[in-house]
């Protein structure tokens, strides 16, 4: 994918997520950098299969505090099949949501399936076979 694409990507993931895109290089390594409020950031190196770059995305950055968060990423990235920048993305957000402050994601796919489930009222009496205490 050209390198343009890429960024448009990636400044769209933006608009929805909590993390700017502060800087984007194509000269030396194709690499996107991205930047949060609270002090996180991390970098993507895209491929390049066209000038013998990296073979994979991958994901880093400058700050210890963010690497073991950014592993659970990088596992994905290299695990069966080619990944998308947004797949990637993605899945760096979803690595990130305790440093950032939010709910861990399957506490809140939990609510949003029980959001819309309503409950039966108990029976007020006992069913065969069944005590309740």
Known sequence: MEFKQLVEVAEKWCSSVPFDLIFAEEDDERRLDFYAETGISFYVLCPDN??????????????????????????????????????VLDKVFTSFRPLLGLPDIDDETFEQYHAGVEEEPEADHQQMGVSQQ
């Open 50 to 87: 066209m000038t013998g770059g990296v073979e994979h995305f991958h994901v880093w950055s400058e700050s210890e505090d963010c690497l073991p968060f950014l592993q659970v990423a990088q596992d994905y990235i290299t695990s069966c099949g080619k990944k998308t920048l947004l797949e």
